[in-house]
Nanobody, 114 residues
């Protein structure tokens, strides 16, 4: 079992920044990839960014150049630094860990006001 605890969401004005964190605990040594999805109201979750055990990264086109995913192996934590936020980034953000199976965090709300 893997437990994921997210933090760092909130309300920010357009153009501002937020940093999300996702701390993993449990049987984490078999985790392959971690990352973030986001979900807009009434829509399916969409992939935001991923990071592998060797720190390879991948981003959705909509966030490239604005968001940065990173990891701190000593703290078993990944981060999502979100800069130049736009109102269309408003969503619930979910951390995941692909062990497999895929484990999910509880989600954290990010709201960007115009």
């Amino acid at each position: 079992q893997v437990q994921l605890v997210e933090s760092g969401g909130g309300l920010v004005q357009a153009g501002g920044s937020l940093r999300l964190a996702c701390a993993a605990s449990g049987t984490i040594f078999l985790i392959n990839t971690m990352g973030w999805y986001r979900q807009f109201p009434g829509k399916q979750r969409e992939l935001v960014a991923t990071i592998t055990t060797t720190s390879g990264t991948n981003y959705a086109d909509s966030v490239k150049g604005r968001f940065t995913i990173s990891r701190d192996n000593g703290k078993n934590t990944i981060y999502l630094q979100m800069n130049s936020l736009k109102p269309e980034d408003t969503a619930a953000y979910y951390c995941f860990a692909d062990r497999p199976p895929v484990y999910w965090g509880q989600g954290t709300q990010v709201t960007v006001s115009s």
